[in-house]
């Protein structure tokens, strides 16, 4: 079957800080994947779609600048939270495409800023 | 954009007892999957089932498209079941939107 991994799985890190979160496809390429968060108790919502040598493209409302986004192999799509604080604290999970629309998910990374 | 509900938002069956997850969708889709999130948050794929009817062990699924919803049983029901089951639709892009979610529990 697809899987996705993601890296840490969880992360506790001081306010100001910046935290990076990696995904990878270990057994397709993948040109597409998807960033989503999750608060406790709620669904998922999307933040961004990662496209492999290309820009990202950012839902409405969530900050560019703040969630970097860099899909730099077929593989690989990283989300780097710059200056975390304490309301960036979530679960994010990653997604990836494999073959008719159908998204594999990654096990999450559980972030707490202190 | 599209919004997608689903109902009950909460369930506490008994082990062996059979359920149905409904989920609806306010405008054409032409990809709906089915997820159960485990209490670790692990999302695993269920059914892609953007119409029709597809069975995999004591779980099923049913897509009517036209009308706009999606219908996940349960039969046989297991403590293993336990979690949130979300089902996610796209029209284009493959941008999933999830439902809200029917948070299940199967007791002893």
Redesign the interface.
Known sequence: GAVVSQHPSWVICKSGTSVKIECRSLDFQATTMFWYRQFPKQSLMLMATSNEGSKATYEQGVEKDKFLINHASLTLSTLTVTSAHPEDSSFYICSAIRQQETQYFGPGTRLLVL | GIQVEQSPPDLILQEGANSTLRCNFSDSV??L?W?HQNP????I?LF?IPSGTKQNGRLSATTVATERYSLLYISSSQTTDSGVY?C?V?RA?????????TRLQVTL
């Open positions: 032409n990809n999957q997820f670790w948050g692990q999302l794929n892609y979300f996610a796209s892009a493959s941008k999933l939107t999830f439902g809200t979610g």
